[in-house]
Protein backbone atom coordinates (compact mmCIF):
# COMPACT_ATOMS: atom_id res chain seq x y z
CA UNK A 1 0.00 0.00 0.00
CA UNK A 2 1.43 3.55 -0.73
CA UNK A 3 2.81 4.31 2.31
CA UNK A 4 2.58 8.27 2.09
CA UNK A 5 -1.35 7.96 1.17
CA UNK A 6 -1.65 5.94 4.90
CA UNK A 7 0.18 8.47 6.74
CA UNK A 8 -2.09 11.06 5.05
CA UNK A 9 -5.25 9.52 5.95
CA UNK A 10 -4.45 8.08 9.42
CA UNK A 11 -5.29 11.47 11.18
CA UNK A 12 -8.64 11.29 9.35
CA UNK A 13 -9.04 7.92 10.69
CA UNK A 14 -7.80 8.61 14.32
CA UNK A 15 -10.25 11.54 13.70
CA UNK A 16 -13.46 9.70 13.10
CA UNK A 17 -12.71 6.70 15.18
CA UNK A 18 -11.72 8.70 17.83
CA UNK A 19 -15.27 10.58 17.59
CA UNK A 20 -16.60 7.08 17.69
CA UNK A 21 -14.69 6.15 21.44
CA UNK A 22 -16.13 9.16 22.79
CA UNK A 23 -19.49 8.53 21.72
CA UNK A 24 -19.01 5.27 23.47
CA UNK A 25 -17.95 6.69 26.59
CA UNK A 26 -21.19 8.32 26.87
CA UNK A 27 -23.51 5.06 25.85
CA UNK A 28 -23.69 5.67 22.24
CA UNK A 29 -21.57 3.22 20.63
CA UNK A 30 -23.68 0.43 19.87
CA UNK A 31 -26.33 2.82 18.47
CA UNK A 32 -23.81 4.26 16.11
CA UNK A 33 -22.87 0.35 15.12
CA UNK A 34 -26.52 0.43 14.31
CA UNK A 35 -26.16 3.17 12.22
CA UNK A 36 -23.30 2.22 10.13
CA UNK A 37 -24.64 -1.01 9.52
CA UNK A 38 -27.64 0.99 8.33
CA UNK A 39 -25.16 2.31 5.66
CA UNK A 40 -24.11 -0.66 4.03
CA UNK A 41 -26.94 -1.61 1.41
CA UNK A 42 -26.00 2.13 0.21
CA UNK A 43 -22.32 1.18 0.42
CA UNK A 44 -22.93 -2.06 -1.21
CA UNK A 45 -24.91 -0.47 -4.13
CA UNK A 46 -22.00 1.81 -4.77
CA UNK A 47 -19.18 -1.11 -4.64
CA UNK A 48 -21.70 -2.91 -7.45
CA UNK A 49 -21.28 0.46 -9.74
CA UNK A 50 -17.20 0.33 -9.53
CA UNK A 51 -16.46 -1.81 -12.69
CA UNK A 52 -19.49 -0.69 -14.63
CA UNK A 53 -18.11 0.11 -18.34
CA UNK A 54 -14.79 -1.87 -17.33
CA UNK A 55 -14.06 -3.93 -20.74
CA UNK A 56 -11.92 -6.81 -19.44
CA UNK A 57 -8.89 -7.97 -21.07
CA UNK A 58 -6.37 -11.19 -22.04
CA UNK A 59 -4.40 -9.78 -19.12
CA UNK A 60 -7.05 -9.58 -16.61
CA UNK A 61 -7.13 -12.05 -13.87
CA UNK A 62 -10.17 -11.72 -11.84
CA UNK A 63 -10.03 -13.09 -8.54
CA UNK A 64 -14.10 -12.95 -7.33
CA UNK A 65 -14.30 -14.35 -4.04
CA UNK A 66 -17.44 -13.72 -1.39
CA UNK A 67 -15.87 -11.51 1.38
CA UNK A 68 -14.27 -13.42 4.12
CA UNK A 69 -14.54 -16.58 1.83
CA UNK A 70 -10.61 -16.61 1.22
CA UNK A 71 -9.81 -13.63 -0.81
CA UNK A 72 -6.44 -13.22 0.47
CA UNK A 73 -5.57 -16.67 -0.01
CA UNK A 74 -6.57 -16.64 -3.50
CA UNK A 75 -5.37 -13.57 -3.96
CA UNK A 76 -1.68 -14.72 -3.07
CA UNK A 77 -2.12 -17.96 -4.94
CA UNK A 78 -3.55 -16.39 -8.30
CA UNK A 79 -0.83 -13.41 -8.03
CA UNK A 80 2.31 -16.01 -7.57
CA UNK A 81 1.17 -18.40 -9.91
CA UNK A 82 1.09 -15.33 -12.52
CA UNK A 83 4.72 -13.99 -11.25
CA UNK A 84 5.86 -18.15 -11.55
CA UNK A 85 6.72 -17.77 -7.65
CA UNK A 86 9.14 -14.69 -7.53
CA UNK A 87 7.02 -11.97 -7.25
CA UNK A 88 8.05 -9.82 -3.94
CA UNK A 89 6.07 -6.93 -2.19
CA UNK A 90 4.89 -4.63 0.82
CA UNK A 91 1.59 -5.71 0.13
CA UNK A 92 -0.95 -7.41 -1.91
CA UNK A 93 -2.66 -4.54 -2.97
CA UNK A 94 0.48 -2.72 -4.40
CA UNK A 95 0.06 -5.61 -7.29
CA UNK A 96 -3.60 -6.48 -6.95
CA UNK A 97 -6.33 -4.18 -7.93
CA UNK A 98 -9.58 -3.44 -5.76
CA UNK A 99 -11.76 -1.08 -7.58
CA UNK A 100 -14.35 -1.59 -4.56
CA UNK A 101 -11.34 -1.18 -1.88
CA UNK A 102 -13.66 1.22 0.84
CA UNK A 103 -10.51 3.85 1.13
CA UNK A 104 -9.53 3.59 -2.67
CA UNK A 105 -6.32 5.47 -1.99
CA UNK A 106 -4.77 2.72 -0.51
CA UNK A 107 -4.74 0.25 -3.50
CA UNK A 108 -2.83 0.24 -6.56
CA UNK A 109 -5.74 1.93 -8.93
CA UNK A 110 -7.53 0.00 -11.73
CA UNK A 111 -5.17 1.58 -14.67
CA UNK A 112 -2.03 0.81 -13.22
CA UNK A 113 0.03 -1.12 -15.58
CA UNK A 114 1.29 -3.89 -13.54
CA UNK A 115 1.11 -6.26 -15.34
CA UNK A 116 4.12 -4.92 -16.90
CA UNK A 117 6.42 -5.99 -13.71
CA UNK A 118 4.90 -9.51 -14.10
CA UNK A 119 6.79 -12.02 -16.36
CA UNK A 120 3.64 -13.62 -17.85
CA UNK A 121 2.06 -10.41 -18.63
CA UNK A 122 -0.96 -10.36 -16.39
CA UNK A 123 -2.24 -8.64 -13.28
CA UNK A 124 -4.63 -9.67 -10.68
CA UNK A 125 -7.75 -7.61 -9.48
CA UNK A 126 -9.92 -8.31 -6.81
CA UNK A 127 -14.00 -8.48 -7.09
CA UNK A 128 -16.37 -9.38 -4.27
CA UNK A 129 -19.01 -9.06 -6.74
CA UNK A 130 -21.06 -11.63 -8.53
CA UNK A 131 -21.83 -12.41 -12.19
CA UNK A 132 -22.68 -10.15 -14.31
CA UNK A 133 -21.53 -7.00 -11.74
CA UNK A 134 -18.21 -8.19 -12.34
CA UNK A 135 -17.57 -7.54 -15.88
CA UNK A 136 -17.34 -10.85 -18.42
CA UNK A 137 -15.16 -11.31 -20.91
CA UNK A 138 -13.61 -14.98 -22.68
CA UNK A 139 -10.21 -12.92 -23.09
CA UNK A 140 -9.99 -12.68 -19.33
CA UNK A 141 -9.42 -15.36 -16.99
CA UNK A 142 -11.87 -15.76 -13.20
CA UNK A 143 -10.81 -17.89 -10.42
CA UNK A 144 -13.58 -18.36 -7.83
CA UNK A 145 -13.50 -19.73 -4.23
CA UNK A 146 -16.35 -21.25 -2.62
CA UNK A 147 -16.53 -21.58 1.24
CA UNK A 148 -19.17 -22.52 3.57
CA UNK A 149 -21.46 -19.71 4.07
CA UNK A 150 -21.63 -20.48 8.29
CA UNK A 151 -18.01 -20.71 8.14
CA UNK A 152 -17.69 -17.49 6.41
CA UNK A 153 -20.36 -16.06 8.88
CA UNK A 154 -17.79 -16.74 11.36
CA UNK A 155 -14.93 -15.25 9.67
CA UNK A 156 -16.49 -12.40 9.33
CA UNK A 157 -17.44 -11.67 12.87
CA UNK A 158 -13.96 -12.00 14.39
CA UNK A 159 -13.03 -9.57 11.70
CA UNK A 160 -15.63 -6.92 12.33
CA UNK A 161 -14.66 -6.64 15.81
CA UNK A 162 -11.32 -6.81 15.09
CA UNK A 163 -11.53 -3.41 13.24
CA UNK A 164 -14.46 -2.24 15.80
CA UNK A 165 -12.75 -4.13 19.34
CA UNK A 166 -9.85 -1.45 18.70
CA UNK A 167 -11.88 1.54 18.65
CA UNK A 168 -15.38 1.34 21.47
CA UNK A 169 -15.73 -1.34 23.91
CA UNK A 170 -19.23 -2.88 22.55
CA UNK A 171 -18.66 -5.66 19.98
CA UNK A 172 -21.02 -6.97 16.86
CA UNK A 173 -22.60 -9.70 18.49
CA UNK A 174 -22.82 -13.45 16.58
CA UNK A 175 -26.57 -13.34 17.49
CA UNK A 176 -27.19 -10.36 15.82
CA UNK A 177 -24.33 -10.94 12.92
CA UNK A 178 -26.59 -14.21 12.57
CA UNK A 179 -30.21 -12.43 12.50
CA UNK A 180 -28.67 -10.24 10.11
CA UNK A 181 -28.29 -12.82 7.40
CA UNK A 182 -31.12 -15.12 8.47
CA UNK A 183 -33.43 -11.62 7.68
CA UNK A 184 -32.28 -10.80 4.36
CA UNK A 185 -31.29 -7.57 6.13
CA UNK A 186 -27.54 -8.33 4.58
CA UNK A 187 -27.29 -6.77 0.97
CA UNK A 188 -24.58 -8.51 0.03
CA UNK A 189 -25.81 -12.49 -0.46
CA UNK A 190 -23.32 -15.60 -0.46
CA UNK A 191 -26.10 -17.59 -2.18
CA UNK A 192 -26.31 -14.86 -4.99
CA UNK A 193 -22.50 -14.46 -5.48
CA UNK A 194 -22.23 -18.51 -5.39
CA UNK A 195 -24.98 -19.19 -7.70
CA UNK A 196 -23.66 -16.88 -10.11
CA UNK A 197 -19.96 -18.22 -10.73
CA UNK A 198 -21.32 -21.83 -10.52
CA UNK A 199 -23.14 -21.48 -13.58
CA UNK A 200 -19.99 -20.36 -15.27
CA UNK A 201 -17.79 -23.50 -13.61
CA UNK A 202 -17.70 -24.94 -16.88
CA UNK A 203 -16.18 -22.04 -19.26
CA UNK A 204 -12.25 -22.40 -20.00
CA UNK A 205 -11.91 -19.42 -18.51
CA UNK A 206 -13.74 -19.80 -15.64
CA UNK A 207 -11.68 -21.60 -12.23
CA UNK A 208 -14.43 -22.99 -9.54
CA UNK A 209 -12.45 -24.28 -5.86
CA UNK A 210 -14.14 -24.76 -2.85
CA UNK A 211 -12.34 -23.59 0.50
CA UNK A 212 -12.07 -27.22 1.50
CA UNK A 213 -10.43 -28.27 -1.73
CA UNK A 214 -7.38 -25.25 -1.31
CA UNK A 215 -6.85 -27.04 2.74
CA UNK A 216 -7.04 -30.84 1.35
CA UNK A 217 -4.64 -30.62 -1.46
CA UNK A 218 -2.96 -27.12 -1.93
CA UNK A 219 -0.84 -28.84 -4.71
CA UNK A 220 -3.15 -29.87 -6.69
CA UNK A 221 -5.27 -26.76 -6.78
CA UNK A 222 -2.29 -24.91 -7.83
CA UNK A 223 -1.67 -26.84 -10.84
CA UNK A 224 -5.47 -27.11 -11.67
CA UNK A 225 -5.39 -23.08 -11.68
CA UNK A 226 -2.25 -22.78 -13.64
CA UNK A 227 -3.55 -24.67 -16.37
CA UNK A 228 -7.08 -22.48 -16.63
CA UNK A 229 -4.73 -19.62 -16.78
CA UNK A 230 -2.50 -20.69 -19.28
CA UNK A 231 1.02 -20.82 -16.96
CA UNK A 232 3.17 -23.77 -17.11
CA UNK A 233 4.98 -23.91 -13.96
CA UNK A 234 8.35 -25.89 -13.45
CA UNK A 235 8.69 -28.04 -10.78
CA UNK A 236 10.37 -25.10 -8.73
CA UNK A 237 8.03 -22.67 -9.75
CA UNK A 238 5.50 -24.87 -8.47
CA UNK A 239 7.06 -25.68 -5.06
CA UNK A 240 7.32 -21.68 -4.19
CA UNK A 241 4.06 -20.93 -5.38
CA UNK A 242 2.76 -23.77 -2.94
CA UNK A 243 4.90 -22.57 -0.11
CA UNK A 244 3.87 -19.11 -0.19
CA UNK A 245 0.86 -19.96 -0.81
CA UNK A 246 0.68 -22.01 2.62
CA UNK A 247 -1.52 -21.09 5.43
CA UNK A 248 2.12 -21.32 7.59
CA UNK A 249 4.21 -18.85 4.97
CA UNK A 250 1.19 -16.24 5.27
CA UNK A 251 0.58 -16.21 8.52
CA UNK A 252 4.44 -15.21 8.99
CA UNK A 253 3.77 -12.55 6.63
CA UNK A 254 0.65 -11.37 7.97
CA UNK A 255 1.68 -7.43 7.05
CA UNK A 256 1.39 -7.98 3.71
CA UNK A 257 -2.21 -9.04 3.68
CA UNK A 258 -3.63 -6.78 6.33
CA UNK A 259 -6.64 -5.06 5.71
CA UNK A 260 -6.17 -1.56 3.39
CA UNK A 261 -7.72 0.90 5.70
CA UNK A 262 -6.50 2.96 8.57
CA UNK A 263 -6.96 2.19 12.19
CA UNK A 264 -7.45 4.07 15.42
CA UNK A 265 -4.30 2.43 16.83
CA UNK A 266 -2.65 2.37 13.95
CA UNK A 267 -2.21 -1.35 14.34
CA UNK A 268 -4.58 -3.55 11.84
CA UNK A 269 -7.34 -6.16 12.14
CA UNK A 270 -5.84 -9.92 12.01
CA UNK A 271 -6.71 -10.81 8.31
CA UNK A 272 -5.11 -14.33 8.82
CA UNK A 273 -6.72 -16.20 11.67
CA UNK A 274 -7.63 -19.52 11.29
CA UNK A 275 -8.28 -20.43 7.53
CA UNK A 276 -10.09 -24.09 8.95
CA UNK A 277 -13.16 -25.39 7.71
CA UNK A 278 -15.95 -26.33 9.84
CA UNK A 279 -15.12 -23.82 12.49
CA UNK A 280 -18.70 -22.63 12.86
CA UNK A 281 -19.85 -25.64 15.15
CA UNK A 282 -17.82 -24.06 18.00
CA UNK A 283 -19.47 -20.33 17.02
CA UNK A 284 -22.92 -21.37 16.16
CA UNK A 285 -25.62 -23.82 17.75
CA UNK A 286 -26.73 -26.51 16.17
CA UNK A 287 -29.77 -24.52 15.72
CA UNK A 288 -28.33 -21.72 14.37
CA UNK A 289 -26.30 -23.82 11.69
CA UNK A 290 -29.41 -25.90 10.20
CA UNK A 291 -31.36 -22.49 9.97
CA UNK A 292 -28.86 -21.06 8.16
CA UNK A 293 -28.55 -24.46 5.58
CA UNK A 294 -31.84 -24.05 4.98
CA UNK A 295 -31.92 -20.39 4.75
CA UNK A 296 -29.59 -20.57 1.76
CA UNK A 297 -30.84 -24.14 0.53
CA UNK A 298 -34.06 -21.71 -0.13
CA UNK A 299 -32.30 -19.01 -1.47
CA UNK A 300 -30.22 -21.20 -4.13
CA UNK A 301 -33.29 -22.97 -5.02
CA UNK A 302 -35.16 -19.56 -5.43
CA UNK A 303 -32.47 -18.29 -8.24
CA UNK A 304 -32.35 -21.69 -9.86
CA UNK A 305 -29.31 -22.72 -9.53
CA UNK A 306 -27.85 -26.42 -9.64
CA UNK A 307 -25.14 -25.70 -6.94
CA UNK A 308 -24.80 -28.88 -4.52
CA UNK A 309 -25.08 -27.14 -1.56
CA UNK A 310 -25.63 -30.12 1.05
CA UNK A 311 -22.60 -32.45 -0.50
CA UNK A 312 -20.45 -29.23 -0.41
CA UNK A 313 -21.22 -27.43 3.06
CA UNK A 314 -23.33 -29.61 4.59
CA UNK A 315 -21.55 -33.36 4.31
CA UNK A 316 -18.16 -32.01 4.52
CA UNK A 317 -18.53 -29.30 7.65
CA UNK A 318 -20.41 -32.58 9.63
CA UNK A 319 -16.81 -34.53 8.74
CA UNK A 320 -14.63 -31.73 8.97
CA UNK A 321 -12.38 -31.49 12.46
Known sequence: MPRHNIARLQPRSQLAFGTLRALDRVGLGRPCLRAMLGLFPRAYARMGRSLRGYEPTE???????????????????????????????????????WPQAPVPELIVPLDAPTHLRCVTGRRVIKTQLPHPQTPYSERAHYVVVLRDPKDTLVSMYHFANGVIGGIVDVQFSME??????????????????????????????????????????????????????????????????????????????????????????????????????????????????????????????????????????????????
Not at 244 to 259: C, I, L, N, Q, V
Request: hydrophobic fraction near 45%; include cysteine; proline fraction near 4%.
Open 176 to 321: ALYEYVVSDTMPACWAEHAASWWALRERDNVFVVTFGEMKRDLAGVVSSMAAVLGVELSEAEHARVVERGSFAWMKAHEDKFAPPVPTYRGQPATMIRKGEVGGSKAALSPAQRAALDDHYRRKLAALGSDLPYDELFVASSTTAK
Open 59 to 97: RDVFVAVYPKAGNNWMMQLATQVVHRGEVEFDHIHDLVA
